[in-house]
T-cell receptor, first 110, second 115 residues
Framework: GIQVEQSPPDLILQEGANSTLRCNFS?????LQWFHQNPWGQLINLFY???GTKQNGRLSATTVATERYSLLYISSSQTTDSGVYFC????????????FGTGTRLKVLA | KAGVTQTPRYLIKTRGQQVTLSCSPI?????VSWYQQTPGQGLQFLFE???????NKGNFPGRFSGRQFSNSRSEMNVSTLELGDSALYLC??????????????FGPGTRLTVL
């Protein structure tokens, strides 16, 4: 099956710093999402981005489908950005099954 | 639009018991997926339902089952609970149309503890 790798596994930043999280996947995909999991376990949708670039405030994401990777950029990080960031992909073709990466645990220090 | 709701939010059971978890999707969404999250295995796909039909299933034993009702609400059941079933169970809702974008929206989860 499709493999999803996220890097780095852990990241510690000072408030105000910028960061880039990476998601590599082993096969072509029809759907790709980025999530932020808050301390209570809720998965918050950040981006639905099977290809191209999107921006939402301090966050932006780029997926290069032909090269099988996606990047999540966080600028001017805040303590509230702390948590775990997941990338999830779905191959399509009738699978209806998202595969999650192992996540990047981000801690932003005040 | 109301979001995805899951009940109960917390549950404590003992080994050998069974449990039923419920998920109500976003209005108009016909697909419901279930995932298990544990510290050791991460987020793993359990199964997906669309219009009362299971379209895909993950690699879990037969003790894990689910169903979907005509109003798109879904339940999952775990029988003969084991300690290793302790986990956060997450439900996701999407339009689920074949060939269409399939953005998933998650509920708050049910945290199951098996003693």
């Amino acid at each position: 099956g499709i493999q999803v790798e996220q890097s780095p596994p852990d990241l510690i930043l000072q408030e105000g710093a910028n960061s880039t999280l990476r998601c590599n996947f082993s096969d072509s995909v029809n759907n790709l999402q980025w999530f932020h999991q808050n301390p209570w376990g809720q998965l918050i949708n950040l981006f639905y981005i099977p290809s191209g670039t999107k921006q939402n405030g301090r966050l932006s994401a780029t997926t290069v489908a032909t090269e099988r990777y996606s990047l999540l950029y966080i600028s001017s990080s805040q303590t509230t950005d702390s948590g775990v960031y997941f990338c999830a992909v779905e191959r399509g073709g009738g699978t209806y099954k998202y595969i999650f990466g192992t996540g990047t645990r981000l801690k932003v220090l005040a | 639009k109301a979001g995805v709701t899951q009940t109960p939010r917390y549950l404590i059971k003992t080994r050998g018991q069974q449990v039923t978890l419920s998920c109500s999707p976003i209005s108009g969404h016909r697909s419901v997926s279930w995932y298990q999250q544990t510290p050791g295995q991460g987020l793993q796909f359990l199964f997906e339902y669309f219009s009362e039909t299971q379209r895909n299933k993950g690699n879990f034993p037969g003790r894990f089952s689910g169903r979907q009702f005509s109003n798109s609400r879904s339940e999952m059941n775990v029988s003969t609970l084991e300690l290793g079933d302790s986990a956060l169970y997450l439900c996701a809702s999407s339009e689920g149309l074949a060939g269409g974008p399939n953005e998933q929206f998650f509920g708050p989860g049910t945290r199951l503890t098996v003693l």
